[in-house]
């Protein structure tokens, strides 16, 4: 039996994964649940799964949960608060840890998974673009086990030799092709850009994804940050992974070796694939997931990215070049701009605008501590924020 910690139980990735742990109760326990400050799914989790820990990162949710706990007789400990977070995730008793906590609010439990030599199922990009250096290296010295879970990555481990790990020198790849779906503003007018709302951003084509998420694939930073992410987990650069778009979302990567060989891997895009193939791992079990068609699907296309569009792939390899706080400031920029868009503050056109001034505005630092990636993601985030401020 082995005992799951969820990060960001009550969000997509983390409904998928309970989804996935239901159907194997031979296999897996959840040992910790955690949400920011959604008590109703948190409680009807707890009522189905019955944890050891419940946190809520809302310390007033975790009142209400607590209560609701208490009312209903379930001997779950509940916790509050970035304490809590980083208690459950560095567990000795917990096997596995699920990181899907949205956004750079999930770095600092990874972290405390990583440093206690956990098998991490990464979902959560963020903390890995911000601080990819020191993540590694820290995983490296405690032993922990880093499992992408982005379709993506997942992917593209799925394609390395069976004796891969994530952050081992690549033998024998000329390159890895990332794929990307182009989002629901693929073939959108360039000038129709500045009218979109916040709804028809939200609309992905092929997949059912959290709101900042969706924003970040229309925009197209979500390639960019798993341009970033890819870099450090298969020890490459920029000039090493090409990006495509393909829209139905079918391959969700390849590499390609020395010989001429090209891997792919694919699949009904669906997050439980990714996610059933990291909790089984190098094992594989059922995800729920239906086979894929191709006789219905008829073909698979492909395309550039075009860069006029989507010009935020273009700042986050500049990010990941400059290095050191480059990273973590784009990451902070996107997340203050997305969410003053999704807020109806400022135009969709305008996120890229944003980014691209504050990394100016920001030069990037060295960064050898942990502290000065926490300094840049904040003075980020205040640049950023009086940017929107003067655009309004």
């Not at 020395?258 to 439980?272: F, I, K, N, T, Y």
Request: aromatic share 6%; net charge negative.
């Amino acid at each position: 039996m082995k005992y799951i910690t969820v990060l960001g139980a009550t969000g997509s990735i983390g409904l998928s994964t309970l989804d996935v742990i239901s159907r194997h109760p031979d296999k897996y326990s959840v040992f910790a649940l955690t949400a920011n400050s959604n008590v109703d799914e948190m409680l009807k989790q707890c009522r189905l799964f019955k944890p050891r820990y419940a946190v809520m990162s809302d310390e007033c949710a975790a009142e209400l949960l607590e209560k609701s706990i208490v009312e209903l007789s379930l001997d779950i400990k509940v916790l509050a608060g970035q304490s809590g977070l980083e208690y459950v995730a560095g567990h000795k008793d917990a096997d596995t840890v699920m990181s899907a906590i949205v956004g750079a609010a999930g770095l600092k439990p990874t972290l405390s998974a990583v440093y206690a030599g956990k098998r991490i199922l990464l979902a959560n990009k963020e903390a890995l673009v911000m601080s990819g250096a020191l993540f590694m290296a820290a995983a490296e010295a405690a032993g922990a086990e880093i499992l992408p879970i982005d379709s993506e990555h997942n992917a593209i481990f799925q394609c390395m030799p069976a004796d891969y790990r994530s952050g081992m020198p690549l033998k024998h790849v000329r390159r890895i092709l990332l794929t990307a779906s182009g989002g629901p503003f693929r073939t959108t007018p360039l000038d129709e850009l500045k009218g979109v709302t916040p709804q028809q951003a939200c609309k992905h084509p092929n997949w059912s994804m959290g709101r900042k998420i969706s924003v970040d694939s229309a925009s197209m930073m979500n390639k960019g940050l798993e341009l970033i992410e890819a870099c450090w987990l298969f020890n490459t650069t920029p000039d090493n992974v090409d990006v495509h778009v393909h829209p139905e979302s079918i391959i969700h990567s390849m590499v390609e070796y020395d010989d001429g060989s090209v891997l792919a891997q694919m699949g009904s895009p669906d997050m439980r694939t990714p996610i059933a193939y990291g909790l089984s791992w190098p094992e594989r079990i059922d995800s729920g997931v239906s086979s894929l068609d191709l006789f219905k699907i008829g073909q698979l296309n492909f395309e550039k990215p075009d860069e006029k569009r989507f010009p935020c792939l273009r700042l986050a390899a500049e990010a990941y070049r400059r290095g050191g706080t480059a990273c973590a400031i784009l990451n902070a920029a996107n997340e203050i701009a997305v969410d003053a868009f999704l807020n109806n503050k400022i135009r969709f056109d305008q996120i890229p605008n944003i980014i691209e001034q504050v990394m100016n505005d920001l030069p990037a630092q060295p960064a050898t501590e942990l502290s000065q990636i926490f300094e840049a993601d904040e003075a980020a985030r205040i640049a950023a924020t009086k940017l929107i401020n003067q655009e309004r």
